[in-house]
């Protein structure tokens, strides 16, 4: 197996394993707003996370990066058949439930998403920026019952060469993010457990 897979292994081991435990804490109990039947609604929501490597100083302040992915991720989820609430709509939830990372969504969030909303389903990503690579991890969990809906993650190495970084105006940094994310695609949890099953048997 390459260095490449056993990475995204164990990156997806990781990701399986934090979502659960996460979730039962998260969202402990079941959305109870009145509304759409549980999980019908085909709108989503998309929430963006973003996290670096403290070494790593790019061209790029963190607002741009988060701007930058999440216009791609918009384009590339709504070319997928997403029907997603504009940033602008699900902002005042995240004040006011005072939201700060994709593993503290509580059930009353998750309610005023299907009340206000109308939303069955949110699109949760991490950006981490790293300095040789950037990374996406995601998962879609369904606003009615806090489940687990979907599980994806992928990586694209920056490809900086010798002396290549501190010349770069941020151009390569984003022609690397609209790679990742061109890439990203939502992935079922159980065609991600067996995929990590039969590599392990290899």
Known sequence: MSLRSRH??????????????AWAIGAETPASAGG???????????????TRDQSVLPPLSPAEFRHACTTHLRDNLAAAGYDLVAQDEIMPLLIDWRVRDGFALRAGFLDDCIRLLKVGRIVVVDLVVKPADVLLLSRTVY?????????????????????DRDQDDGTRWLASLRELCDHYGIRDVRHAVEDYDAARAV
């Open 36 to 50: 759409p039947a549980p999980d019908a609604s085909p709108r989503a929501a998309l929430l963006l996370f973003m």
């Open 143 to 163: 606003t009615r019952t806090g489940t687990l809906a979907a599980v994806d993650l992928d990586q694209v190495a920056l490809g900086f060469g010798e002396g």
């Open 8 to 21: 995204r292994l164990l990156l997806l081991l990781v990701l399986l394993g934090g979502v659960q435990g």
